[in-house]
């Protein structure tokens, strides 16, 4: 029988929870239209353990489901407006409650956005920093004329005047952007070219910064009182290593 507090101590045998690579970590991903964040996110981030927090996916599940097709919203009756809304709270609420459910267990995080309202970014960065996450963004950036084009390719394109205004509001907050999380926690990927895969070095500064060791006291004093809790609700010091262990030692 294997001792509970070695157990617990043991990093290479408990390789989620508390011990977890990703926890206490969080990825801004910022971008127009059009810019790929989605295809740069799975390039770099993908089985890294992080939690998506993206309202878009469960917004395109839900319209799927209910019959709507989001390339034709500039034609959507007075119905299917009001149907396409309430499904967009929806799926609002419920990546809300997501995200609370994975901030409560310092999972890390994927947080999709789009960079144009700098202050709510700000606001919701410093809040998780004050629990003790450290902070990141990766800036997927491109020129407008492959945004345009990328645009047109999207399940839910939007009209090419909103494009536009968007591409200009997010470049103008890269400087703000690049000192709210500090030079070493942003990386900008250039995604003008299609590839079948990212860029080596991009992909290497990414995955080192979410396999980093934690840095803040307040995230470690977090991760000592969950081990505390743990060992409280196991005095034995003896591992439950499952039904087929119990099963073992009944019948072998």
Sequence with gaps: MLNFNDFLENEDIITEGIHDKGIFKAFYLAGGPGSGKSWVAAKTLEGSGLKVINSDIGFEN??????LNLKQMGDFTKDQTKLKDELRRR?????????????????GLIIDSTARDADKIESAAAGLRYLGYDTYMVFVNTTIEVALKRNQERPRSVPEPIVRESHRQIQNQIPRLVRMFGAKNFIEVHNNEYREDINVKVYKEIRKMANSKITSQIAKDWIENEKALIRARNPSGKVDTGFFSRFRSRYF
């Design 62 to 67: 839900y319209a799927k489901r209910a019959g």
């Design 91 to 107: 799926a609002k609420r419920g990546t809300q409650t997501m995200g609370q459910h994975a901030v409560d267990g310092r999972l």
